[in-house]
C-alpha cells in the first residue's frame, strides 16, 4: 500500500431547525457525495443548535483532528445566525463587516433596488482574516479561515459555494468500490465476512441487509484505495458465499436422504 495520500474531513451542520426536525438537512449527503469523487475521506458529521459555545467547541475539536472541515447554516441576517462570531470566537480574532462583501452586496442590493439594511449587512461579517468563498447564487459570500469552510445552509447556495471549494483543496487517493449481491442474510455471513475483514484491515467492508417478501439478502461492498486489493477482497467474499451455497445444497441432499 504505497503511494497513498489520505485526506480527511468534517462537516459540521448549524440550527436549531435541523435538530427539530422543522429542516431536514439536504447538505450532508450532497458533500459526502463531492468528496468522495475528489478523494477526500469525510470521517465525522456533527449537528449543532444556534449556541455559540456549542458550535465553538465542536469547531475546535474537529478542526484540530482533520485537514478540513465544512459548516453550513447561521450565515443570515437574523439574530440566530451567529456562525460567524462563533467562528471568529474559535480562533480568537474580530469578527467584522468585510469590506469587500459590503461593496458586493451594496451593489448588488442596489441593482435591485432594495435597502442594504443592517440585518442584511449581517451577512457580510466573517472573522478578520477569512478568505471570501464566492456565491454565485444569491451574492453573500461564505468564508474560509484555517482548515474551515463556513458555507450556507440553503442546499442551493451550500452546492454552489461548495463548487468553487473543491478545486482548491488537497485531494486523496480516491476510494474504489465493488459492490456483491450476497443471497443470504447478514446471520449466515457475518462470521466469515469477519474473518474477511480481519485479513485485510486496508479495505472496509460493508453489509446491507435486505428484505424482500420472506427472504434476507444483502449486499456486500467492498472499499479500497488499491483496485487490485479490492478485487482480491471481492473474490474472497465471493468465495465465501459459494461455500456456503455448497453447505447448504450438502445439508439439503442429506435431509432428503
Given at each position: 500500500?504505497?503511494?497513498?495520500?489520505?485526506?480527511?474531513?468534517?462537516?459540521?451542520?448549524?440550527?436549531?431547525e435541523l435538530l427539530s426536525g422543522r429542516t431536514k438537512d439536504k447538505n450532508i449527503g450532497h458533500l459526502a457525495d463531492v468528496l468522495l469523487l475528489a478523494g477526500i475521506d469525510l470521517k465525522e458529521v456533527r449537528i449543532v443548535a444556534d449556541d455559540e459555545d456549542a458550535i465553538v467547541s465542536a469547531l475546535n475539536a474537529l478542526?484540530?483532528?482533520?485537514?478540513?472541515?465544512?459548516?453550513?447554516?447561521?450565515?443570515?441576517?437574523?439574530?440566530?445566525d451567529i456562525t460567524a462570531d462563533?467562528?471568529?470566537?474559535?480562533?480568537g480574532v474580530p469578527c467584522e463587516h468585510d469590506a469587500e462583501a459590503m461593496r458586493l452586496m451594496g451593489e448588488m442590493y442596489a441593482r435591485r433596488e432594495m435597502e442594504f439594511t443592517e440585518a442584511r449587512q449581517r451577512m457580510a461579517r466573517m472573522p478578520v482574516g477569512s478568505r471570501h468563498i464566492a456565491n454565485p447564487?444569491?451574492?453573500a459570500p461564505g468564508f474560509n479561515i484555517g482548515n474551515v469552510y463556513v458555507m450556507a445552509g440553503v442546499p442551493q447556495v451550500f452546492q454552489a459555494m461548495l463548487d468553487n471549494v473543491i478545486p482548491t483543496l488537497r485531494?486523496?487517493?480516491?476510494?474504489?468500490?465493488?459492490?456483491?449481491?450476497c443471497?443470504?442474510?447478514?446471520?449466515?455471513?457475518?462470521?466469515?465476512?469477519?474473518?474477511?475483514?480481519?485479513?485485510?484491515?486496508?479495505?472496509?467492508i460493508g453489509s446491507y441487509p435486505r428484505y424482500v417478501g420472506q427472504?434476507?439478502?444483502t449486499e456486500i461492498v467492498v472499499r479500497g484505495r488499491s483496485a487490485e486489493l479490492v478485487e482480491t477482497v471481492a473474490a474472497e467474499v465471493r468465495a465465501m458465499?459459494?461455500?456456503?451455497?455448497?453447505?447448504?445444497?450438502?445439508?439439503?441432499?442429506?435431509?432428503?436422504?
Open positions: 500500500m504505497t503511494n497513498e495520500t489520505i485526506v480527511t474531513a468534517a462537516m459540521l451542520a448549524i440550527g436549531d478542526r484540530g483532528q482533520y485537514d478540513y472541515v465544512f459548516t453550513s447554516g447561521g450565515i443570515g441576517p437574523t439574530h440566530d462563533a467562528v471568529a470566537k474559535a480562533f447564487v444569491s451574492t485531494t486523496g487517493t480516491p476510494v474504489l468500490s465493488t459492490a456483491i449481491s443471497p443470504y442474510g447478514e446471520g449466515e455471513i457475518g462470521t466469515p465476512l469477519g474473518l474477511i475483514q480481519k485479513a485485510h484491515p486496508e479495505t472496509s427472504f434476507f439478502s458465499i459459494e461455500t456456503i451455497r455448497q453447505a447448504k445444497d450438502k445439508g439439503n441432499q442429506s435431509a432428503e436422504a
